[in-house]
């Protein structure tokens, strides 16, 4: 294999130690991959308001748009809005969902899993509650699930009805999560 000695560290590396470059004749940067990283990494370091300092700045430019696709996203009205309830033996649990409501309770479990090794990084409703069972428990739990409510609109029409069905239960005395 063909090799070249980067100019910065002065090492011999292979060839696909190189990111390509249209600069220079054989294709490839003068410094190696590992060098160039560290110089990127540097530059960032010295340069923090180019990179984070004002609202132009690059990331939070990057950033901002980011969360305008996501709002704008959230906002469109979808068919897959539904309501689910689960039963505890503790009161009743629900969640307002815009996906495939078997999706959204594996993502539920995925996030559980996840809570396991990072138990202080999530901390909703749901959370506290399958916190304190067993792995077992609460996934069999979850498997029994009920879709009380499913009909077309946003996120936040979501939201609105899972406040209002909330609300109704807990007018009766139930205890809702
Ligand atoms: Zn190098």
Redesign the pocket.
């Known amino acids: 294999m063909k090799s070249k000695l ?6 011999t ?1 292979t060839l696909d130690q190189f990111y390509n470059s249209c600069l220079n004749k054989d294709g490839l940067q003068n ?2 991959k ?3 990283l560290d110089n990127n990494r540097k530059y960032r370091k010295k340069h923090p308001d180019y990179y984070w300092g004002n609202e132009n700045s690059y990331f939070r430019r990057k950033y901002q748009e980011k969360v305008v696709d996501y709002q704008n996203e959230r906002s469109k009205a979808t068919d897959n809005c539904s309501i689910i309830k689960v039963e505890t033996e503790d009161g009743i649990w629900l969640a307002a969902t815009r996906r495939r409501p078997s999706l959204f309770i594996n993502s539920k479990k995925q996030e559980w899993n996840i809570n396991q090794r990072h138990t202080d990084k999530f901390k909703s409703n749901f959370q506290r509650y399958l916190c304190s069972k067993e792995k077992k428990i609460a996934f069999k739990i979850l498997d029994n699930y009920q879709v009380i409510k499913q009909f077309k609109g946003t996120m936040k029409d979501a939201y609105a009805q899972r406040i209002l069905i909330q609300n109704e239960l807990k007018s009766k005395g139930v205890k809702v999560f």
């Open positions: 980067c100019y910065q560290c002065r090492k590396k410094m190696c590992e060098c160039s």
